[in-house]
Nanobody, 118 residues
């Protein structure tokens, strides 16, 4: 499966962004999906994940209550709605996919930059 993330940009603290990840090359609903991010100068970290049908979601403590992961299997697209963005959310965001839904996820997109200014 190939993954193409989009929707990043420069926003001010407190604003919102929605990331999208378009999947191609295989049946999207066969993959559990997740978002990871890599802040500048830091290790890559887990953000959120979602099961095959979209009815189970999981979040890191740092984004819980502010971010919402969702998917539209009819459009082969994964989303990350990010509200009340903070400076510490600045990172390159990656969408990932895995048939087994177990870490480490096997397939990675190219990343989209999110920059939050104070």
């Amino acid at each position: 499966v190939q993954l193409q993330a989009s929707g990043g940009g420069l926003v001010q603290a407190g604003e919102s962004l929605r990331l999208s990840c378009a999947a191609s090359g295989d049946t999207f609903s066969n993959y559990a999906m997740a978002w990871f991010r890599q802040p500048p100068g830091e290790e890559r970290e887990y953000v959120a994940s979602i099961n095959y049908s979209g009815d189970n979601t999981f979040y890191s403590d740092s984004v819980k209550g502010r971010f919402t992961i969702s998917r539209d299997n009819s459009k082969s697209t994964l989303y990350l709605q990010m509200n009340n963005l903070q400076v510490e959310d600045t990172a390159v965001y990656y969408c990932t996919a895995d048939r087994e839904g177990r870490h480490p996820f096997k397939y990675w997109g190219q990343g989209t930059q999110v920059t939050v200014s104070s």
